[in-house]
């Protein structure tokens, strides 16, 4: 962040901290706060805003509730402009789903939507570091031995990976979400077989294989296929678990 004129201008109206807020969420929205970028020191933000330094804190820790910054610690810290992830959204959807506002049908629904289309355009545009990535994740998941909770968090790096590889910024934040709702908070509770296990890594390995081999109708069709045979895995799963 370059030095010189004030980036903010002061506020005077009820409820300060919530234009502080804006002004620090536009400057982010708009570029002028990079990720990464140091934000000014407290008293520096209380002098450019003309606010009290209750207020500034209050707007600070809003925006750091927000996921929009961070604290770092040290002679070197402050608040950081965030890099920008998903933690928010997972939050928020495992927040619904605990509630009972969304149910694994709509989860798989979602993913069955998203997923194949991402799996489409990453036949057309995943480099070489991309496709090392995903292999990489294919034989760390094929490993024998892994554990329940190792071999779930494998299957949701394969999908994430395969998002990030499709070059959408949303098929990436919304794909880490649905994965790591079903991972966290679904997939905990479920024990697939060894049948199950091998199915997973069959499927996978298909979707890598179309993808390298630039084929999108392929890739497209395996993840849909892969996605709709793990619903009725889990389906199955807990049927057994609530006949048991």
Same mark, same amino acid.
């Given at each position: ?115 194949? /289309?991402?799996? %489409? +355009?990453? $036949?057309?545009? #995943?480099?070489? &570091?991309?496709?090392?990535? *995903?292999?990489?994740? =294919?034989? @760390? ?15 949701? /790096?394969?999908? %994430? +990976?395969? $998002?990030?590889? #499709?070059?959408? &910024?949303?098929?990436?934040? *919304?794909?880490?979400? =649905?994965? @790591? ?21 069959? $499927? ?38 609530? $006949?048991?």
């Amino acid at each position: 962040m370059e030095s010189g004129a004030p980036m903010f201008s002061s506020v005077r109206t009820p409820r300060v901290y919530e234009h502080i807020v804006a002004q620090i969420e536009r400057a982010i929205f708009d570029g002028r706060l990079q990720q990464g970028d140091k934000l000014p020191a407290e008293r520096q933000l209380v002098r450019e805003f003309g606010a009290s330094r209750v207020a500034v804190r209050e707007a600070l820790r809003a925006l750091e509730h927000r996921g929009l910054v961070e604290v770092r610690q040290g002679s070197a810290g402050g608040y950081f402009i965030r890099e920008m992830d998903a933690g928010p959204v997972v939050r928020d959807f495992q927040t619904l789903f605990r509630l009972g506002r969304v149910s694994l049908a709509q989860l798989v629904e979602a993913r069955a939507l998203i997923e194949p /289309e991402s799996a %489409r +355009l990453a $036949a057309l545009r #995943a480099n070489e &570091p991309d496709i090392k990535a *995903v292999l990489a994740a =294919l034989d @760390a998941r094929a490993e024998t031995g892994a554990p329940g909770r190792r071999r779930r968090s494998l299957d949701a /790096e394969f999908h %994430r +990976l395969i $998002a990030a590889a #499709a070059r959408n &910024p949303v098929h990436a934040v *919304v794909t880490h979400s =649905l994965t @790591a709702l079903q991972s966290n908070v679904v997939g905990g509770r479920t024990d697939l077989t060894v049948e199950d296990d091998a199915a997973i890594v069959t $499927a996978h390995r298909t979707i890598y294989e179309a993808i390298v081999g630039h084929d999108p109708e392929t890739a497209r069709a395996a993840m849909h296929a892969h996605i709709i045979d793990i619903e009725q895995r889990l389906g199955r799963v807990g049927v057994e678990r609530a $006949a048991s």
